[in-house]
């Protein structure tokens, strides 16, 4: 089993986004410190200067360094002799592309959340502006960080199933059942078309679903038909969407998402069905890959064990039968970001085995975001992406 092994000091991050009380932010911070590759050293966790000193204060940011404007804080990092390396983006969705353009065009490595944008012509926008620039653009679509889906890859990759068939992909949640509380401050930009943009639990979960089925099985989608529905009065935008998948190659899939199922947390979960054998993961359940070979019996792959190959132990970090989970999935990405942002420094190859979801996976779930609404628009025609 071998682990992230870093020798030359951490990273120096910074991060706009993710002040007090904004979850996502505390998770990054936690997986970008969880390897030692990385070490918070600038922020502007908020707009508000008032906020912005209270957050940077409650992290531990020296006080020279906390910032309540990124555009700020990306001139005046970029001429700091120790100023940031890499920036992560955890704001709300519509402010991803004005954000990380500041940071890439000064050569800022840029690590942010998903969706890419919030719509598809600033997603464009974005890998235009990451194409000319001089750094890299780490998407975190951090379920791709488990061992076990790494594992699922690449059994599917040397044919251990066959040729695929079926795809069955889902993510349901129940928290947006109701019309959130006034001060729920998670809920109110995320179903606020202006900044979460034209999808709501397409954009927020379903681009998790759908990444997750393309970076396992790695066959692009042809077309598909979705059929959206917003079951809370009242709300702009999409909390439940059913849409059907057709894949280069014939397969056929059908993909999931809600945040209206009542009972359900954050049940991702896919299964994969070729012409030898199938698969079945889920991520509340993370350290289990259940195989069934075509007429045979079900055999249970757990993490770190004798059945677990290179890709998935790679990304393991302690024996068999200690549970892994949501922040260890989600720092991988974070040291496989950091991996890859050594090697950039020296122009030397990625290490092998090395993956991360890029900026062009990161347009690509922003047009299914994009396909869904048109299709659903016109009853659940099928559509291109």
Excluded at 75 to 86: C, N, Q, S
């Amino acid at each position: 089993m071998s682990r992230f092994v870093d020798r030359s000091g951490p990273i120096r991050l910074g991060m706009v986004g993710g002040g007090q009380g904004a979850l996502i932010g505390a998770v990054h911070r936690v997986a970008a410190r969880l390897d030692g590759s990385f070490q918070l050293v600038a922020g502007a966790l908020s707009s508000t200067p008032e906020k912005a000193r209270a957050s940077g204060d409650e992290v531990g940011l020296p006080g020279d360094r906390i910032y309540s404007d990124f555009t700020e804080m990306a001139k005046r990092e970029a001429r700091l002799k120790d100023g940031i390396e890499a920036v992560a983006i955890v704001t709300p969705n519509h402010m991803h592309l004005p954000v990380a353009r500041e940071f890439l065009k000064r050569g800022i490595h840029v690590i942010c959340d998903k969706p890419l944008t919030g719509t598809l012509a600033d997603a464009r926008k974005l890998q235009k502006a990451a194409a000319s620039a001089d750094a890299l653009f780490v998407l975190t679509h951090n379920y791709t960080g488990y061992p076990l889906v790494r594992e699922a890859k690449e059994r599917i990759a040397r044919g251990d199933l066959g040729d695929i068939r079926l795809v069955q992909v889902e993510y349901a949640q129940d928290w947006l059942g109701e019309v959130p509380d006034p001060g729920n401050k998670q809920a109110d930009w995320r179903t606020d078309p202006a900044r979460s943009g034209v999808g709501g639990a397409t954009g927020d979960i379903g681009t998790h679903a759908f990444n997750l089925a393309r970076f396992v099985i790695d066959l692009r989608v042809d077309a598909l038909a979705a059929d959206l529905q917003s079951f809370v009065p009242g709300r702009a935008l999409d909390d439940n969407a059913h849409v059907m998948l057709r894949f280069q190659g014939g397969a056929r899939g059908m993909l999931w998402c809600s945040q209206v199922a009542a009972g359900m947390e954050n049940a991702l979960r896919l299964r994969v069905f070729g012409t030898k054998a199938g698969l079945e993961w889920g991520q509340e359940n993370p350290n289990e890959l259940r195989v069934t070979p075509l007429g045979g019996s079900t055999t249970v792959i757990t993490r770190a064990s004798a059945a677990t190959g290179g890709a998935a132990n790679r990304v393991s970090r302690i024996p068999a039968g200690h549970p892994e989970g949501f922040f260890e999935a989600f720092a991988n990405l974070y040291s496989e970001a950091a991996l890859a942002i050594r090697a950039h420094r020296t122009g030397a190859a990625l290490p092998e085995g090395v993956t991360y979801p890029t900026i062009d996976d990161g347009v690509e779930g922003v047009a299914f975001v994009d396909a869904c609404v048109r299709s659903s628009k016109r009853d659940a025609a099928w559509v291109t992406l």
